[in-house]
């Protein structure tokens, strides 16, 4: 499926095409622009056009303006287009279930730890814009053990995200649940699961391609690897402790 910024390109393209202008210099001379500014606009590969770009382009071709500005801000968000649907029940959702074996679940990353390992501000922003959730929806996450000793950017970074988590958990907010060393959950990808009223949508991760799901299958299959996985983890107050011992440990390192 086109990403929202090649849906975008395509709408440009289309537009100036069903409008009578055939090259890019015809259009940019109508809008007073350079003809790279709309050459630009229609490479999926170029940053994404500035909204006054886009409300003078619909104004000359009779483009739609609210799709385009809709596809805009989807493609600055960087959420891939298979990632929508979940974002959407998730947003919605009563219950959420994590399981973390690499990385900190995002809607439980501090913005330090989000930025260590994501170059896209906007990506960041939209990724802690999802944490509102926290609080109304009841929110289970199991992270692997590696995951707190493995450095994401400084250790400063890590003692903030270890005490993040820690003060969710000892708040309620959310369930948290460590998976010890000695632990055998497997190989899986990570994956989220949001439900609502008997229906669910999963986020899954895996090695060939990253996929949303609402088949009932595919959500049961989930569901029981959740299970399986949490039944394997430390209860919540050993998890705790092995929190906030990793933060201990890494403030030694600051």
């Known amino acids: 499926m086109p990403t929202p910024r ?20 015809a259009l940019a001379k109508r809008l007073n622009v350079s003809r790279p500014v709309v ?7 170029q940053p994404v056009p500035s909204d006054a ?11 739609p303006l609210d799709p385009l500005a809709d596809l805009a801000q989807r493609a600055k968000s960087g959420t891939p287009e298979w990632f929508m649907p979940y974002l959407s029940a998730e947003a919605a959702a009563t219950t959420l279930r994590f399981w973390g074996p690499l990385l900190v679940p995002g809607l439980l990353q501090t913005e330090g730890y989000a ?7 906007h990506v960041v922003a ?11 929806a ?27 988590l820690a003060a969710l958990a000892e708040s309620q907010a959310i369930r948290l649940h460590i998976v010890p060393e000695d632990a055998n959950v497997g190989l899986g990808g990570a994956f989220g699961i949001a439900a609502k009223d008997g229906m669910a949508t999963v986020s899954l991760t895996t090695a060939i391609r990253d ?5 009932a299958d595919v959500v049961d299959d989930t569901l029981n690897l959740f299970e399986v996985i949490l039944g394997a983890s430390l209860p919540a107050v050993g998890s705790l402790e092995f929190l906030r ?5 890494w403030k030694t390192q600051i």
């Open 6 to 25: 090649e849906q975008l390109a395509s709408i440009l393209k289309q537009s100036r095409i069903d409008a009578g202008y055939d090259s890019h210099g």
């Open 39 to 45: 050459s630009k606009a229609e490479n999926p590969a």
């Open 53 to 63: 770009l886009l409300a003078a382009w619909a104004g000359m071709t009779g483009a």
């Open 115 to 121: 930025h260590a390992h994501e170059q896209s501000a």
């Open 126 to 136: 939209a990724r802690l814009e999802r944490q509102r959730v926290i609080g109304r």
């Open 138 to 164: 009841r929110v289970t996450a199991v992270i692997d053990h590696t995951v707190l000793l493995r450095r994401i950017g400084s250790p400063q970074v890590m003692v903030d995200q270890c005490a993040h």
């Open 211 to 215: 996929v949303t799901s609402t088949a």
């Open 245 to 249: 011992t990793q933060e201990e440990t």
